[in-house]
Structures are given as structure tokens and as C-alpha cells.
Nanobody
Framework: QVQLVESGGGMVQAGDSLRLSCAASGGTFNTYAMGWFRQAPGKERQFVVVISWSGSTSYLNSVKGRFTISRDNARNTVTLQMNSLKPEDTAVYYC??????????????????WGQGTQVTVSS
């Protein structure tokens, strides 16, 4: 019964920034690991970043130094700040929640709940 709703996607030019948000309801937000994945047409869903209940993070190498994940447990939200965007960042971005990921945090199957996605388009 957990619901995740993403927002903040849009169309920008290379080098610009976007801020994505994920609002959670129906569960105990502060116990979940929260991840962001992305999927471009014709490609597999790709891990982007995860943040644990305690705030530990892991990032896809290609977004390190450009993307920053944070969580506000009081507001049941997760934010993905995306700076220096590149055309290869173009994808639908999905928010996901997991009770426990173990060593499989990079795998979509480790996550129980998913949002509907928000489109990010970066022009060159």
C-alpha cells in the first residue's frame, strides 16, 4: 500500500540542473532504503543512486559529483539534485523503496515499491 510519486522532471539543455522529488505515503518511510533508477527507450532500467535509512549513499559512477540524493524523513520525501546534466542522462526516472537491499541495491528486484516515473530530457 506504499505509494511513491515523482515530480520535477522536465526538458533542459546540457549543463543545466533539475531537482527531482519523491513523495512517499502509506508506510514507515524512515525505515526504507530509497533508490532512484532510470530507463531510456530500448534500454534496461539502470541504477542511479540509493540512500539508506541512516543516510549512507551509493552512486552510479557516471553521476558521481553531479547528482546528490537526500532524504527528509519528517516530510517523507527524497530529493535528487541533478547538476551538469548531459544528454545521456535523458530517461524516465523512477523512485523506489526497499526494506532491505543487502548487496543488491543496484538491482531493481531488490525494491518493493515503485513510482510512476518522471521524464528528464537533456538537449545537446
Amino acid at each position: 500500500q506504499v505509494q511513491l510519486v515523482e515530480s520535477g522532471g522536465g526538458m533542459v539543455q546540457a549543463g543545466d540542473s533539475l531537482r527531482l522529488s519523491c513523495a512517499a505515503s502509506g508506510g514507515t518511510f524512515n525505515t526504507y532504503a530509497m533508490g532512484w533508477f532510470r530507463q531510456a527507450p530500448g534500454k534496461e532500467r539502470q541504477f542511479v543512486v540509493v540512500i539508506s535509512w541512516s543516510g549512507s549513499t551509493s552512486y552510479l559512477n557516471s553521476v558521481k559529483g553531479r547528482f546528490t540524493i537526500s532524504r527528509d524523513n519528517a516530510r517523507n520525501t527524497v530529493t535528487l539534485q541533478m547538476n551538469s546534466l548531459k544528454p545521456e542522462d535523458t530517461a524516465v526516472y523512477y523512485c523506489a523503496a526497499a526494506y532491505y537491499t543487502g548487496t543488491f541495491y543496484y538491482t531493481p528486484g531488490a525494491y518493493t515499491y515503485w513510482g510512476q516515473g518522471t521524464q528528464v530530457t537533456v538537449s545537446s
